[in-house]
């Protein structure tokens, strides 16, 4: 079985500043993606970046980025020049390659990122 | 072309009553999900459903919940009998072929439920 965990419960940033949130995971899979959702007040999950496993280069979205760190199990978001409207609840996610995942997400916790004025 | 839609945003059931949420996937896509968040906590996969099967339901209770995607119509998921730890947000997603992580899920709004 899978695990995802995030340990920030809540993380705060000033607005234009970078944070990092933490994600880490536990699987005996090889091939697999993970993935970063934004769940804002209005409880939309929206997919800010993904990564696969295969892959040793970051994944990069404008201002989001990963650092993918395979043999350390870690999966953490940098975001930069923090936005207001960046200020929702991130969730880390897994799902491994082939077999029967399907859409099978493995979600964290969530971490909730206020960006202050 | 509209995303996933969920409705009915909010429900409030008593216990004992019935609750029925329905999801209409993105246009084209056959294949659907249904994920649970109990407050303050991440996304719990129930069950995944093309038209008229249901593929995978090792997420779902024993008891109580069904879900359906019909041939016509949009996919059900209903809860019988609701009890006070049903309250939460039930989210929908549908995705074009099986997920392989390539085809990743879209997301409705979600729909959530109280139960009194």
């Known amino acids: 079985a899978q695990t995802v965990t995030q340990s920030q419960p809540e993380m705060s940033v000033q607005e234009a500043e970078t944070v990092t949130l933490s994600c880490t995971y536990d699987t005996s899979e090889n091939n697999y993606y993970l993935f970063w959702y934004k769940q804002p007040p209005s409880r939309q999950m929206i997919l800010v970046i993904r990564?696969?496993?295969?892959?040793?280069q970051n994944a990069t979205e404008n201002r989001f980025s990963v650092n993918f760190q395979k043999a350390a199990k870690s999966f953490s978001l940098k975001i930069s020049d923090s936005q207001l409207g960046d200020t929702a609840m991130y969730f880390c996610a897994f799902i491994p390659l082939g077999g029967t995942s399907y859409g099978k997400l493995t979600f964290g916790q969530g971490t909730i990122l206020t960006v202050h004025p | 072309n509209a995303g996933v839609m969920q409705n009915p945003r909010h429900l409030v059931r008593r216990r004992g009553q019935e609750a029925r949420l329905r999801c209409s996937p993105v246009k084209g896509h056959s294949h659907v999900y249904w994920y649970r968040q109990l407050p303050e906590e991440g996304l719990k996969f129930m069950v995944y459903l093309q038209k008229e099967n249901i593929i995978d339901e090792s997420g779902m209770p024993k008891e109580r919940f069904s879900a359906e995607f019909p041939k016509e119509g949009p996919s059900i998921l209903r809860i019988q009998q609701v009890v006070r730890g049903d309250s939460a947000a039930y989210f929908c997603?549908?995705?074009?072929?099986?997920?392989?992580?390539?085809?990743?899920?879209?997301f409705g709004a979600g729909s959530r439920l109280t139960v009194l």
């Open positions: 990564q696969e496993a295969y892959k040793q």
């Open positions: 997603a549908s995705s074009l072929r099986g997920v392989s992580g390539a085809n990743v899920l879209t």
